[in-house]
């Protein structure tokens, strides 16, 4: 008789996000997955083919989380500013899974960049119908919001000594493009 199935494919990839988010995209391996969910690696290759569809997964859900804490598609209201803010604060409530996933260079770092590109591309594109080039404004605001993002997520800045407001409306308004 075969035995009976007792992990599930949402405990793998709930087991392998804690693991991502405690130790980085790096130590997201088969056996580590396993050694978290206090199991042997099978039930992760009889779920996935192998460690690519499971990573491809998982970036997909952090995409996902990202769209809703930062895009907040919901509110139709939403200001870039606000927008900005949100990636800015998104770095400080998820340090470590900002630093994996945007700050440490891995298999999927491109892809998520060029994600984030477009989504702040479209959102300029949106909210500012005047700007000629939605994307040549991104270019030069990404710079300033992505290393306070990086700064705050490596602790090199406490998010509660600076008006993160304040300097995400400081960052938009140098951008010529944006005024």
Same mark, same amino acid.
């Not at 991502?20 to 088969?30: P, S, W």
């Not at 300033?144 to 993002?149: N, P, Q, R, V």
């Given at each position: 008789?075969?035995?009976?199935?007792?992990?599930?494919?949402?405990?793998?990839?709930?087991?392998?996000?804690?693991? %991502?988010?405690?130790?980085?995209?790096?130590?997201?391996?088969?056996?580590?997955?396993?050694?978290? %969910?206090?199991?042997?690696?099978?039930?992760?290759?009889?779920?996935?083919?192998?460690?690519?569809?499971?990573?491809?997964?998982?970036?997909?859900?952090?995409?996902?989380?990202?769209?809703?804490?930062?895009?907040?598609?919901?509110?139709?209201?939403?200001?870039?500013?606000?927008?900005?803010?949100?990636?800015?604060?998104?770095?400080?409530?998820?340090?470590?899974?900002?630093?994996?996933?945007?700050?440490?260079?891995?298999?999927?770092?491109?892809?998520?960049?060029?994600? %984030?590109?477009?989504?702040?591309?479209?959102?300029?594109?949106? %909210?500012?119908?005047?700007?000629?080039?939605?994307?040549?404004?991104?270019?030069?605001?990404?710079?300033?919001?992505?290393?306070?993002?990086?700064?705050?997520?490596?602790?090199?800045?406490?998010?509660?000594?600076?008006?993160?407001?304040?300097?995400?409306?400081?960052?938009?308004?140098?951008?010529?493009?944006?005024?």
């Amino acid at each position: 008789m075969a035995r009976k199935k007792t992990i599930f494919k949402e405990q793998i990839l709930e087991g392998a996000i804690r693991l %991502l988010k405690r130790d980085g995209i790096n130590n997201l391996t088969a056996r580590n997955i396993a050694d978290e %969910l206090k199991c042997s690696t099978q039930p992760i290759y009889n779920e996935y083919k192998n460690m690519g569809g499971l990573r491809e997964e998982i970036v997909k859900h952090f995409d996902d989380i990202l769209i809703d804490k930062v895009f907040d598609h919901f509110n139709e209201k939403i200001t870039f500013e606000k927008i900005a803010e949100n990636y800015i604060l998104y770095a400080s409530e998820e340090s470590l899974f900002f630093y994996s996933m945007y700050i440490n260079r891995h298999e999927f770092s491109n892809q998520l960049h060029r994600r %984030l590109s477009e989504l702040m591309t479209e959102s300029i594109q949106r %909210l500012y119908p005047n700007v000629e080039d939605p994307r040549t404004a991104w270019l030069k605001l990404y710079p300033m919001l992505y290393g306070l993002a990086s700064l705050i997520a490596t602790e090199q800045i406490d998010i509660n000594d600076i008006d993160v407001t304040k300097k995400v409306s400081s960052y938009i308004n140098n951008v010529d493009e944006l005024k």
